[in-house]
């Protein structure tokens, strides 16, 4: 059982900046794809962002194009979401998840989940 750990999340201001960080336990999951979501409250899971397991595609969301930004490390266990002028709908719980597929989009297609981290934006 692959384990993900999220971390980087807290209370921001409207504008700044953040990163997020996913470190798996095992390296095998340098062969998944890996992917972003995120739930606010009252709303469903949202998918965000992914990235192929070699790195060399990435995916968004509509709503994600041009202030998230997916990347992994060389070792291929650690993802990141960097993201760019926050603004207070950002709040969430925000998910890493690990999937077999190359280009994953939805919940189904992920089969590790983190426990989240909690994102607060305040305007």
């Known amino acids: 059982q692959v384990q993900l750990v999220e971390t980087g999340g807290g209370l921001v201001q409207a504008g700044d900046s953040l990163r997020l960080s996913c470190t798996a336990s095992d390296v095998s999951i340098k062969n998944y794809a890996m992917g972003w979501f995120r739930q606010a409250p009252g709303k469903d899971r949202e998918f965000v962002a992914a990235i192929s397991w070699n790195g060399r595609d990435r995916f968004y969301d509509d709503s994600a194009k041009g202030r998230f930004t997916i990347s992994r490390d060389t070792a291929k266990i650690t993802i990141y979401v960097d993201i760019d002028t926050l603004k207070t709908e950002d709040t969430a719980v925000y998910f890493c998840?690990?999937?077999?597929?190359?280009?994953?989009?939805?919940?189904?297609?992920?089969?590790?989940w983190g426990q989240g981290t909690q994102v607060t934006v305040s305007s």
């Open positions: 998840a690990a999937s077999t597929h190359y280009r994953p989009r939805t919940a189904g297609d992920f089969r590790y």
